[in-house]
């Protein structure tokens, strides 16, 4: 038989408040209580309201919880995510992170064996097996409006771990956009384990910085996922999970009594799916847990509440447009020349004489162009000499 223990280590911690989350996520909007997720009211048990039991959010931190007059108490703090890209299935997806605490008193009758309750153990002085942690969420899948992914969910199936010791736990569950092939899955994963550890009844070498695989199904994106760590306690536990598509479910056994005056912790990660920009409605969200209130009484006093019609929206959410860059055109800086301009150099002092322009003489013949168009003209004197010379001729 798989078995699990998961107490704090802390021996005061049951006198402590249940701590606020540590979840971190990526890829995905944390939605907003009393908006984006509303309740209706808690209840106990017996379907009946109770003053004992709580519900409020805290910013988008969901406190339920319920207690007796033995002091015993059980706790959760509840968190839920929409993921911003997922693969396209026409759905919007989410998960809850479920994290849930069982506390015994020590207001127990000092008749019924003992002043101090415990958890339910089966052992030789507790007959019969009733979970120490329970946690159920119920939907109607009649109105086609949403389904719980079962698959996905963490843990998603029986598991077992048998240690001595002190281990962390990483729980994990994400779903990428559709352009990554297969980009969703679910991990629970455990480091730090102590020597001597079975996991799902396979030993495993234990370590400081040992760590081993749980339960892990499909691809996780780096991208998109939320996902938690916590550290636990470690005794013989059996965990049984069931998973439909209007049903999911986890119970928490405990088999051994030596650390039965401690608390139990567990998480738990619940995804959801429903049809785009449709609400999803959880009709119920049970919690329960189980007491023994004294060593010689062989009734097991259980404690527990429901969340009735929880439901839940996408909050408003748009894709941000890649913007093109447009490619500037920057013209070539010209930077001032420190020296002056050839055009603006005046003419130097030092020119020779013999380079200057000399006028034109009257012996001098003028250059034609073969371009040039206009008349040549000549002095009076060369043009008497021209005469005389032609009289000349015509006389000879």
């Known amino acids: 038989m798989l078995s699990l223990l998961l107490l704090l280590g802390c021996p005061v911690a049951m006198a402590d408040p249940l701590s606020d989350p540590e979840t971190s996520y990526y890829g995905a909007s944390i939605l907003e209580g009393d908006s984006e997720v509303v309740f209706g009211e808690v209840l106990n048990l017996d379907q009946e309201p109770d003053p004992d039991t709580y519900a409020f959010f805290e910013g988008s931190t969901l406190y339920v919880g319920n207690s007796d007059d033995y002091g015993n108490s059980i706790d959760g703090i509840i968190e839920f995510f929409w993921f911003q890209s997922s693969i396209d299935r026409g759905t919007d997806f989410y998960v809850a992170v479920v994290k849930v605490r069982a506390t015994p008193g020590n207001d127990c009758p000092w008749y019924l064996g003992g002043f101090d309750c415990e958890l339910w153990a089966d052992d030789w002085q507790d007959w019969g097996e009733y979970p120490v942690v329970s946690v159920e969420a119920i939907t109607d899948v009649s109105r086609e409006q949403g389904a719980f992914r079962w698959d996905w969910a963490v843990p998603f199936e029986n598991y077992g771990i048998d240690a001595y010791g002190q281990m962390s736990f990483s729980n994990q569950y994400g779903i990428g956009s559709s352009s990554q092939s297969g980009a969703e899955g679910s991990a629970m994963s455990a480091v730090n384990i102590p020597d001597g550890t079975n996991i799902n009844g ?94 010689i009484n062989p009734f097991a006093h259980q404690l527990g509440f429901s969340v009735q019609d929880l439901t839940i929206t996408a909050p408003f959410w748009e894709e941000p447009q890649e913007e093109e860059e447009e490619e500037e055109i920057t013209e070539p800086s010209v930077e001032p020349s420190t020296e002056p301009s050839a055009e603006l150099e005046e003419p130097s002092e030092d020119l020779d004489q013999n380079e200057e322009e000399e006028p034109l003489s009257l012996d001098s013949q003028p250059v034609k162009s073969g371009c040039n168009a206009s008349p040549v003209l000549y002095d009076p004197f060369s043009i008497i000499t021209i005469m005389f010379l032609a009289l000349f001729r015509k006389k000879n």
């Open 202 to 295: 396979v030993p495993v070498q234990g370590g400081a910085n040992v760590s081993a695989d749980v339960q892990v199904k499909g691809y996780l994106s780096s991208e998109y996922k939320v996902q938690t760590q916590y550290d636990i306690t470690l005794y013989e536990w059996n965990v049984y999970v069931n998973g439909r598509a209007d049903l999911m479910a986890w119970d928490v056994f405990l088999n051994l009594g030596a650390r039965s005056d401690q608390s139990a912790y567990h998480e738990f990660f619940l995804p959801l799916q429903v049809e785009f920009g449709q609400p999803f409605t959880m009709d119920e969200f049970n919690f329960l847990s189980t007491f023994d209130t004294g060593n």
